[in-house]
């Protein structure tokens, strides 16, 4: 069968992952070539691995013709531009998110896949790819808990990456902290709900690390959302979780609930010693959603070979993206923000 021969660009902690994941985990495809800023990752990678092509310009890897995708695991600021220009040459497309920083740019990302229909495109948004969150997507199409009503998400990274997270947000490439954490959790929320948002008040601050707030970011915040069919919708995430990586969520429907990741569990052991039962948590994303990362990709991969588009679609990416920022608009109004009002056109 024809192998998928795919460009990544962007070689950071994630970036430096999926590339391992299209190189090595993902049959039917090869992974072609490798673009970042730093010389040096690139060299790295491409003489471990055997990778026949390297870039640190962009819009050259473009130009290479063997390639049959590209895919963006570069700063979330840089995706829109990224994706038009790939559509534009002649490329399938995978996106990590978000989509876009702003909604004015995530439209114009959609009207680009709109204009190539032949295309592939999808969108990182992994956790659907999740076998427990996956699972919880076909009990509630199946009326398990009845209508949900009430969705509680609590996305929580270590403490121990504080001055990354610092040094990532005074960059100003991650969107603040409801676009680059929340966005997951409000993709979720659209997904399981079954519908837009309507209304968002949010709220946060610097508690343990006040630069944040200098910086008009929070290093722990939280949301409130009403959907369009009265559904509610309540966002918790912090850069501050001593304790490793939490991710929970929580479906509240009129004839049951369901809970996934209500313990952060690494696995099944049990410590007991004189501070009591003690279980490990994870310490990262990368170890919680290692299996989602590669299922997301490898339907990417197949969607092409098979010529099908994906599940996750540009109209996700964008209504995403319009909630997210409606939560950073409020945040930094202390206002509250009707999505109704923020629609923009382009």
């Known amino acids: 069968m024809k192998k998928v021969k795919v460009g990544i660009v962007g070689l950071g902690r994630l970036g430096r992952q999926h590339a391992e994941n299209l190189c090595f985990r993902i049959p039917n495809c090869e992974l072609t070539a490798v673009c970042s800023v730093i010389e040096e990752e690139i060299k790295e990678i491409q003489e471990k691995w055997g990778i026949p092509y390297s870039y640190t310009n962009y819009e050259e890897m473009l130009t290479n013709k063997e390639l049959d995708a590209i895919f963006i695991a570069s ?32 439209l114009q990302v959609e009207k680009a896949v709109e204009a190539h229909q032949d295309k592939v495109f999808m969108l990182g948004f992994m956790r659907r790819y999740d076998r427990s969150y996956a699972a919880a997507k076909q009990k509630i199409d199946k009326g398990d808990i009845g209508d949900p009503i009430l969705i509680r998400c609590y996305g929580l990274d270590p403490a121990s990456q504080m001055d990354n ?44 690390r006040p630069e944040f707030e200098e910086i008009q970011d929070a290093e722990t915040g ?111 109004t202390r206002k509250l923000v009707n999505l109704q009002n923020e629609k923009v056109t382009i």
């Open 75 to 106: 700063p979330s600021g840089f995706h829109c531009e990224q994706i038009i220009k790939a559509l534009d040459a002649g490329f399938h497309v995978f996106s990590e998110k978000p989509l876009g920083l702003y909604l004015e740019e995530a």
């Open 165 to 208: 997270f610092l040094k990532f947000a005074r960059a100003n490439y991650s969107g603040g902290l409801f676009l680059d954490m929340s966005i997951h959790d409000l993709d979720l929320a659209r997904w399981y709900m079954g519908a837009e948002a309507q209304e968002v008040w949010a709220i946060g601050g610097g508690y343990a």
């Open 222 to 332: 939280a949301a409130m959302v009403r959907f369009e069919n009265n559904a509610i919708g309540i966002f918790v995430a912090g850069r501050n979780c001593v304790h490793g990586y939490h991710i929970e969520t929580e479906i509240i429907g009129t004839k049951g609930s369901i809970r996934i990741g209500t313990l952060p569990e690494r696995n099944q052991i049990v410590l007991l010693q004189e501070n009591g039962a003690v279980k490990e948590c994870y310490d990262g994303f990368l170890e919680r959603f290692e299996q989602a990362y590669l299922s997301e990709v490898e339907e990417f991969v197949n969607c092409i070979l098979e010529g099908r588009k994906p599940a996750v679609t540009v109209q996700d990416g964008v209504e995403s993206t319009r909630l997210g920022y409606a939560c950073k608009k409020s945040f930094e």
